[in-house]
Nanobody
Framework: VQLVESGGDLLQPGGSLRLSCAAS????????MSWHRQAPGQERELVAMIHSAGSATKYADSVKGRFSISRDNAKNTVYLEMNSLKPEDTAVYYCAAGGFFSMTYHYWGQGTQVTVSS
């Protein structure tokens, strides 16, 4: 099983970024996919989640209206589109595979760093 995140970068406040997570080694279409983040000294938090069929999504209040999660089941890839980025969005971003309603996570990626700073 592999979840490989990419797209992390250093950018200025107000900028935009798209993260990707390529999955392999498991049946992608059976799992909800999610993005989480962890800033230094803080606990990991759920940012966004998308149902296995892509029919429903959840977002943390702090990113609603700015971030958008999507998936391409033909490419076994999940994306996180991030707009209007703020310094407080700085964190390591992880993708995970799990249950949409159970909020359990079976597989994790290694993370990609997003830094928002002027």
């Amino acid at each position: 099983v592999q979840l490989v995140e990419s797209g992390g970068d250093l950018l200025q406040p107000g900028g935009s970024l798209r993260l990707s997570c390529a999955a392999s080694g498991f049946t992608f279409t059976r799992y909800a996919m999610s993005w989480h983040r962890q800033a230094p000294g803080q606990e990991r938090e759920l940012v966004a989640m998308i149902h296995s069929a892509g029919s429903a999504t959840k977002y943390a209040d702090s990113v609603k209206g700015r971030f958008s999660i999507s998936r391409d089941n033909a490419k076994n890839t999940v994306y996180l589109e991030m707009n209007s980025l703020k310094p407080e969005d700085t964190a390591v971003y992880y993708c995970a595979a799990g249950g949409f309603f159970s909020m359990t996570y079976h597989y994790w990626g290694q993370g990609t760093q997003v830094t928002v700073s002027s």
